[in-house]
C-alpha cells in the first residue's frame, strides 16, 4: 500500500506540472492500439446504425429535451431515459471492455449522428454530447477524427483522468455512424 501511495504521490507531482499536451501522446497511442480494435465492433455499429435510425431527424428541442430529461435523472430511481442506454447490449460490451482494461479504462460512451448518448459504461452527467470537442472534433470532423482532452484529477475516482474520443465508421461502407469517448486514467500510461 506505501508503494502505491509513493507512486502516486510522484503521479500526482508530476501530473501538476504537465500540461495536456504532454500526456496527448500517450493518449492518443492508447486510443490507437487498444480503443480502435474493439470499436467496430458489430455490436457497436448495430447500436449506432439504430439509434441513428431514431434521433437523426430530431431537431434540437427534441434533442434538448432528452437532455434535461437525463440530467434530472441522475440519482434517482426512476430512470427512464438512462435505463435504456445503461442497459443494453452495447453497453455490456462496454462494461466488459473496462472490465477488461484491468483499470486503465473508468468509463466509455458511445454517440450517436446527433451527439445523444447511446450506450454508456456508466451514468454519465449528461446525454447530449454534441456541442462538446469529445463530439465536435470527431462525429463532426468526419471519418478518422480523434480527439485527446486534457488530463484532470477526478475528485471521485481520485485519480487522474483523459479522454480520448474518434469517430465511428463502418469498416465494410466507410459510413460515418458516431463517435466513442473512453475515460482513460492517466497514471496506468506511464
Known amino acids: 500500500m ?8 510522484a503521479f500526482l507531482v508530476a501530473a501538476q506540472a504537465a500540461t495536456a499536451d504532454e500526456f496527448a501522446p500517450a493518449l ?3 486510443l490507437h492500439s487498444n ?10 455499429l448495430d ?5 441513428n435510425s431514431r ?50 479504462i473508468s468509463e466509455i460512451f458511445i454517440m ?15 446525454m447530449w454530447q454534441g456541442d462538446e ?3 465536435t472534433q470527431t462525429y463532426s470532423a468526419g471519418p478518422g477524427a480523434t480527439h485527446i482532452g486534457e488530463v484532470e484529477f477526478d475528485e471521485s475516482a481520485q485519480t487522474y483522468l483523459g479522454q480520448v474520443s474518434m469517430a465511428i465508421s463502418d469498416p465494410a461502407t466507410g459510413e460515418l455512424l458516431g463517435a466513442v469517448t473512453v475515460g482513460v486514467n492517466a497514471e496506468q500510461l506511464f
Open 28 to 30: 492518443e497511442a492508447y
Open 35 to 44: 480503443v480502435t480494435a474493439w470499436a467496430t465492433d458489430p455490436v457497436i
Open 55 to 104: 434521433t437523426g431527424d430530431f431537431d434540437s428541442d427534441q434533442i434538448l429535451a432528452l437532455d434535461q430529461a437525463w440530467r434530472a435523472e441522475v440519482g434517482q430511481s426512476n430512470t427512464p431515459t438512462i435505463e435504456p442506454i445503461l442497459n443494453n447490449a452495447a453497453a455490456d460490451f462496454l462494461r466488459g471492455q473496462v472490465d477488461a482494461s484491468g483499470g486503465a
Open 2 to 9: 506505501l508503494k502505491r501511495n509513493v507512486t502516486t504521490l
Open 47 to 51: 447500436a449506432l446504425r439504430s439509434a
Open 133 to 135: 470537442a469529445k463530439f
Open 112 to 126: 450517436d449522428s446527433v451527439g445523444l448518448n447511446v450506450a454508456t459504461s456508466a451514468v454519465t452527467s449528461d
